[in-house]
């Protein structure tokens, strides 16, 4: 029989019929380990840590986990309930070397995030998504920028795809709230907050979406979700009992009591319309279309169940980010995770709605447009791009390649030209339109996602470059239980840098003088005696200790020097370590803080005779300096104009140790450092003969 030209017509073309009968598992397996691949490989070009002291803290329980079975930090314990991340990576770390260690869990975190494929295809499904729709919304989460976090020791990657599974089983419960789907939710939402705190929220995320699909009724919500409620009530009990559960987010819940109104809706907002153009702003006003719709009229129970989980969730997250936005003062890019992916799903919604709400998604295409122009997104990646944001971090990888203004410019007309495009659905929606607008969503990702990376990885290079060749150097020496001593000027990044890669070398943190202290993980004090002995714990030093050149100069005795690398001094106490001379704010550099201390300590006999030199010079970029130099028995004043230079020989007769403190009164600082007064030599004491 004749085929008629409408089946002709309607036949799908061979090579679109041998994709469709492609198996889903087929598909998305092959989503995974490309983006898993892929995201690898870009992962183990970025060698050092950024997320300082977070990486460390990860590192080091993972060490002390797969070692001693306990989660400590130098020894110390440390009460952090979010444990995941370290249980999964602690076998890693025993794989040979730090550096083997990091790249196994960089494989792990790869295969973790690109894994967030496979719920996200779920949820697409669970809203009656076509398997080709859901398949996009799948690949989608695999370019997303959200995968930038592979290449850092953090518990993002972990708690990633957990967060989105149970964002699936959420929408089950609140389509059919059984025992089962609420079981398979808290399970997932429990390991989510085992990995990362935050999402300790999503069962109260669950019920308050639970109140918008009952639509308020009460009692129906503890007839079905008894079993939620239980376990929320009985977490929220234990935590008034006992607080210290929480670890160091003990005050977090302190954190958004603080939050105050215009606080909120300035960081809120702000997170939003951000969140918004990372995401892709093409996707944003259908999306807001289709929650509006699910909400006020769904079809069915899967759109009202899928609508009010991600308002509620969007409200919860935007609330935690922006209580943390409040004390750091910049965009928390990545505590907004899991909202970015949801867009694209309420988007291809809306399109299987068949567009409602044309005038609420217009009106979000139109605020859009008018708010780019004002918002600064140059400012803000030249402020903190690179720190918590992939989006803003791309932004500053384009201001690299051109100047500020005009990469300011690319990315605004860029996004305008989603919202434009998002415009122009909502006034006229085709086909066509649609098919443009997923184009351009995924153009506009892995744009975002390369100029993210691009931009981390070339950081890494630029550190690496002034980094020692050998970063586990003190431990390939064979050192063991060393103590990292801070002085003043010490450099912290590079400090806990030393202390990532070489955990089996130290066994503890310490101070000395003015230094401070590197991160809130116990600390201790290394005290000065009366005759210059160093004493930790109130006993006399007896272990290799590390100190930073950077700002401090020591004159040892009682002490061998083992090796100097990347600006670090390692010691090894031959006796009793003795200090003779302590100078703090003489930087490597020659410069002189603005305030100086020299410290002089006498040999056996008690006593100190002899004459201190010192020599100071005006920079020329520099106004005049008035110093004055103060110790018992000696207040002086000293002018130093531009470029002139000045010595100065103190005599110093003491029965004990010395002190003399320079002040200066014009210090200048630049491009952010610490204040300086001008050059100074290194101090320099003649004993008397």
Request: proline share 6%; aromatic share 8%.
């Amino acid at each position: 029989m004749l085929e008629t030209h409408a089946a002709v017509r309607d036949r799908p073309h061979p090579s679109l019929a041998l994709l469709r009968a492609v198996p889903t598992w087929a598909w998305l397996g092959s989503i995974v380990l490309v983006a898993a691949g892929a995201r690898w490989g870009l992962a183990l070009a970025h060698v050092l840590p950024s997320y300082i002291p977070d990486e460390y803290l990860y590192s080091s329980l993972g060490h002390s986990l797969g070692e001693h079975g306990t989660s400590a930090v130098r020894g110390e314990h440390a009460a952090f309930p979010a444990l995941l991340q370290p249980l999964l990576t602690a076998p890693l770390w025993l794989v040979g070397d730090v550096s083997t260690g990091l790249g196994l869990v960089k494989a792990l975190n790869a295969v973790a995030m690109a894994s967030s494929a496979l719920p996200l295809y779920l949820l697409a499904r669970r809203v009656r998504l076509t398997r080709p729709s859901a398949l996009f919304c799948a690949l989608l989460g695999a370019v997303s920028p959200n995968l930038y976090f592979v290449s850092f020791v953090l518990s993002n990657p972990i708690s990633y795809p957990l967060a989105l599974g149970a964002a699936v089983a959420a929408v089950a419960v609140l389509e059919q709230p059984t025992k089962r789907a609420q079981l398979g939710f808290l399970t997932l939402a429990g390991l989510a907050a085992f990995a990362s705190i935050q999402f300790i929220v999503l069962p109260a995320v669950l019920l308050g979406a639970a109140v918008v699909v009952e639509r308020g009724h009460l009692l129906r919500i503890v007839r079905q979700l008894w079993l939620t409620i239980g376990l929320l009530a009985l977490g929220s009990l234990t935590y008034l009992v006992q607080p210290g559960l929480l670890g160091f987010y003990r005050d977090a819940p302190q954190l958004g009591a603080r939050l105050g109104a215009g606080s909120w809706l300035h960081w809120t907002s702000l997170g939003a319309l951000l969140l918004a153009v990372s995401a892709g702003a093409c996707f944003v006003p259908g999306a807001v279309a289709a929650v509006a719709q699910g909400i006020a009229r769904p079809r069915e129970r899967c759109e009202l169940a899928f609508s009010a989980f991600a308002l509620v969730l969007s409200v919860a997250l935007l609330t935690e980010a922006a209580s943390i936005e409040l004390q750091s003062g910049r965009f928390e890019e990545r505590y907004l995770l899991v909202l970015a992916p949801l867009l694209p799903i309420a988007f291809l919604l809306w399109q299987r709605m068949r567009y409602p709400l044309r005038s609420v998604a217009a009106g979000v295409a139109v605020v859009i447009l008018l708010v780019l122009p004002f918002v600064p997104l140059s400012t803000y990646a030249l402020r903190f791009g690179a720190s918590a944001s992939p989006f803003l971090g791309a932004v500053a990888y384009l201001e690299r390649s051109m100047s500020v203004s005009r990469a300011g410019l690319v990315v605004a007309a860029s996004a305008s030209f989603m919202a434009l495009l998002a415009l122009v659905i909502a006034l006229r929606p085709t086909r066509t339109a649609i098919g443009v607008a997923l184009g351009a969503g995924l153009v506009w990702l892995v744009a975002v996602s390369a100029g993210s990376t691009s931009l981390a990885n070339h950081n890494s290079e630029v550190i690496r470059a002034h980094s020692p060749a050998d970063l586990s150097w003190v431990d390939r020496l064979g050192v063991r239980d060393a103590v990292l001593v801070s002085t003043f000027g010490s450099r912290p990044y590079e400090g806990t840098l030393t202390l990532f890669w070489n955990p089996r070398a130290f066994g503890e943190a310490s101070t000395l003088g003015r230094g401070l202290a590197l991160d809130a993980f116990g600390t201790s004090r290394l005290r000065i005696a009366s005759d210059g002995r160093l004493l930790l714990d109130r006993r006399v030093l007896r272990r290799p200790f590390l100190l930073d050149r950077e700002g401090t100069l020591v004159r040892l005795s009682g002490a061998t020097r083992v090796a100097s690398v990347g600006g670090f001094t390692l010691w090894r106490p031959a006796g009793a370590p003795r200090l003779r001379l302590l100078a703090e704010g003489f930087y490597a550099d020659g410069r002189l803080a603005q305030s100086a201390d020299v410290q002089l300590w006498p040999d056996a006999g008690g006593s100190l005779a002899g004459t201190l030199r010192l020599t100071f010079e005006g920079l020329p970029t520099m106004p005049a300096q008035h110093l004055t130099l103060s110790a018992p028995g000696l207040h002086r004043t000293l002018d130093l104009r531009p470029g002139e230079r000045k010595q100065v020989a103190l005599a110093v007769r003491a029965d004990g140790p010395y002190a003399l403190r320079i002040v200066a009164r014009n210090a200048t600082g630049y491009n952010g450092g610490p204040l300086t007064a001008g050059l100074a030599a290194t101090p320099v004491f003649v004993p008397a003969r």
